[in-house]
């Protein structure tokens, strides 16, 4: 009905101007009347390089939009603002808040539908791209990429879904150029109820719920580490882990080339690889009859040995005793061992005649012939052990310094504060302005 064309090839020249002093109305309005088809309210299109299609202005100092898009359709995939781009760099849509304080959005979406999205991203490209993208340039302050936030009693701040069925994909993905920085920072801030700071959950036979790699390879010995679980409370855990089907592992610990070293099963059932070495003591905890459990320590010796007892029975002044096959593979007996005797019953005493690798022969003291039983103990070093006595225990290192680098994560030093109202924002939604 109306077209504005301008072949100036110079100067600040208009297609078409609009100007309005009323306090309601529009400066230029379209409307697009027809119920089908792909009708435009208002077009713009631009050929130069660095110019816009459509521009909106609001000069006011007190607030009002620049461009706003409003459908009052209630079905149908209908759009408030799209922005279609083809060139190999550029942006669908472009928001920048150029305020230098306050809490002002580049791009603001908001949706009242339970299943509406305030801002949508959608990359349709099948070699890679990005939905959405969030870059602060600012070297200070608490800037934030990208920022979700939510008031209902279910559901996500921000959500991320990775939904190919193969590849390494990522749901959110999180990444830190800081020496002090966080790929992902999770806070549960409520100081009651069941909250999560982080969460990961994996459906799959092979999959993680929760995946930490420490890639440093500092000889120094400073290291990095790929989970790390504090507790700077007066109760809690650091860390705690569950195999609540009472069955597999509730821990496992892998080696050089993923070799298992360690293991926890859901009995509680502990095996190591390694050597196992405390300062303090290692006892059985046992219950008595009355309820109390007590402490039954371990015998502890300088070298590394094995013991067995047994029974054995003295004919004529004399007894043959061969070592159980079982516990010969465990010992050398190759070397020396030990034999104690204790007699069952009158005799002038026994002594060991003769030690061989496979057992040993007993004797009544004084060439007697007494027929009586009499128990024995042995004990053997363990093979591979021989020549153990006393070594020197040099404990795992682990990254160095810890202590300063755990001073620096302090609960409450890191946490994003949210500018006041941002969970309860109003956009104006006039419908009688855009006619």
Known sequence: AVSGVVNARSGSATGVSGTIASTTGAGVAGNATAASGYTNGVWGQSASPDGTGVVGVN??????????????????????????????????????????SGYTSGVYGQSASPNGTGVSGVNNSSTGGTGVSGVVNATSGGATGVSGTIASTAGAGVAGNANAASGYTNGVYGQSAS????????????????????YGQTESNSGYGVYGVANSTDASGAGGIGVI?????????????????????????????????????????????????????????????????????????????????????????AAKVSLEPGFLETVDTSADYRVFLTPNGDCRGLYVANKTAGGFEVRELGGGNATIAFDYRIVAHRRGFENVRLQDVHLPQGPKDMQARLANMRPGQHRMALPPGVTTPSLPHRPDQTR
Do not use: C, M
Request: aromatic content about 6%.
């Open 229 to 317: 679980g504090i507790n700077f409370g007066s109760n809690g855990s650091a860390g705690s882990f569950g195999a609540l089907s009472g069955q597999g592992l509730i821990l496992q610990g892998w080696g050089s080339g993923f070799a298992q070293v360690f293991t926890v099963d859901a009995s509680g059932d502990l095996d190591i690889n390694g050597n196992l070495t405390v300062a303090g003591s290692k006892s059985a905890r046992v219950k008595l009859e009355d309820g109390r459990e007590v402490a039954l320590y371990a015998v502890e010796s300088p070298e590394n040995w094995f013991e067995d007892f047994g029974t054995a029975q003295l004919h004529g002044g």
């Open 179 to 198: 020496t002090n920085g966080y790929g992902v920072n999770g806070d549960a801030v409520a100081t009651s109820g069941n909250n999560i700071g982080v």
């Open 59 to 100: 000069n006011s100092i007190a607030g009002g939009t620049g461009v706003s898009g409003v459908v009052n359709a209630t079905s149908g995939g209908a759009t408030g603002v799209s922005g279609t781009i083809a060139s190999t760099s550029g942006a669908g849509v472009v928001g920048n808040a150029n305020a230098a």
